[in-house]
């Protein structure tokens, strides 16, 4: 009798290992269909020898400018002018320049890192400023603030300038020095350092005549001064505004009187450089072809100006 209970205590545990064995598989998440069951691997380690570095972007080169000029003010949120040597000249600004411009005023001194980029179909390249800071406090002697050196003395020997309308050209100008002042002198011109006469080495009937002013000068007085020494010459006497100098490198004088007649035009300016000195140009342009071209380079030489 006790075989067979033996027998069936035993299939009956053979009975509940199968049903548990089934219970755990029925509890197991299937494979979605097509799927292979694989085995994960741990990430293989990379060791500092084996790090890879990041792709260089493929940009060309560009060469970085630096320059100095007058700020003339914000054209929109991207675009400044900049009155560089005379010559107001618009940039483009590189992204998160624009914080840069908080504090400046028209008429500060900037300086500022650019580059030029050819545009396609344009013989004007792009000009794109990197960076900016508004440039040291010149003092009353023109000096810059914190040390004894006159601002013109950290001037480089030569400067390059375009100018001209129309069909503009570029000239080499060489820094040369005056009576308590100095300016680039553009090629084709010659500087009289004891006279102050600058005149078209060709045709010395092309002249300026420069005169450094005190201090103290009073601007009425000049107007009327200015007047009177046209009048001699003949002709009418004007007076014209920054808003009809706009494309010229006097834009910013306080003071431009024209006298024309029939055989010249001459003009008395008065000009205060961007250290605070302050002179007066006396222009004599014989009306012939060669006056545009003449005013034009005059004008842009005698707008790097500097007291010494």
């Given at each position: 009798m006790n075989k067979p209970v033996k027998m069936m205590s035993l299939a009956s545990a053979l009975l509940l290992t199968?049903?548990?064995?089934?219970?755990?598989?029925?509890?197991?998440?299937?494979?979605?269909?097509?799927?292979?069951?694989?085995?994960?691997?741990?990430?293989?380690?990379?060791t500092p020898d084996e790090t890879t570095e990041p792709a260089e972007p493929d940009t060309p080169d560009e060469e970085i400018i630096s320059a100095t000029g007058e700020y003339n003010g914000q054209g929109d949120t991207h675009t400044i002018e900049v009155n560089m040597d005379g010559t107001p000249t618009s940039f483009q600004l590189a992204e998160g320049v624009s914080s840069q411009l908080e504090g400046l005023n028209e008429g500060d001194t900037i300086s500022f890192d650019y580059v030029e980029r050819a545009i396609e179909g344009s013989d004007v390249p792009q000009l794109e400023i990197q960076s900016l800071e508004k440039a040291a406090t010149s003092g009353a002697d023109g000096g810059a603030s914190g040390d004894g050196d006159t601002a013109s003395s950290d001037r480089?020997?030569?400067?390059?300038?375009?100018?001209?309308?129309?069909?503009?050209?570029?000239?080499?100008?060489?820094?040369?020095?005056?009576?308590?002042?100095?300016?680039?002198?553009?090629?084709?011109?010659?500087?009289?350092?004891?006279?102050?006469?600058?005149?078209?080495?060709?045709?010395?009937?092309?002249?300026?005549?420069?005169?450094?002013?005190?201090?103290?000068?009073?601007?009425?007085?000049?107007?009327?001064?200015?007047t009177a020494k046209l009048e001699q010459a003949g002709g009418t006497v004007e007076e014209y505004g920054s808003d009809t100098l706009v494309e010229s490198p006097m834009m910013n004088a306080s003071l431009f009187l024209q006298g024309s007649s029939a055989e010249e035009v001459q003009d008395y300016i008065v000009w205060e450089a961007q250290d605070g000195s302050a002179y007066t140009f006396h222009l004599v342009i014989p009306e012939n072809e060669e006056g545009s071209s003449f005013y034009m380079e005059a004008t842009a030489s005698l707008a790097t100006i500097l007291g010494q």
């Open positions: 199968i049903a548990l064995t089934a219970c755990g598989q029925a509890n197991a998440p299937a494979p979605e269909p097509g799927e292979t069951a694989a085995t994960q691997e741990p990430p293989a380690e990379t480089p020997a030569t400067e390059t300038f375009t100018v001209g309308d129309g069909e503009p050209q570029t000239l080499t100008g060489e820094l040369q020095t005056g009576d308590g002042y100095s300016l680039y002198v553009l090629d084709g011109y010659t500087l009289d350092a004891a006279t102050g006469r600058m005149t078209l080495t060709e045709n010395p009937d092309y002249y300026a005549e420069i005169e450094k002013l005190p201090a103290d000068f009073n601007l009425d007085e000049l107007r009327t001064e200015g």
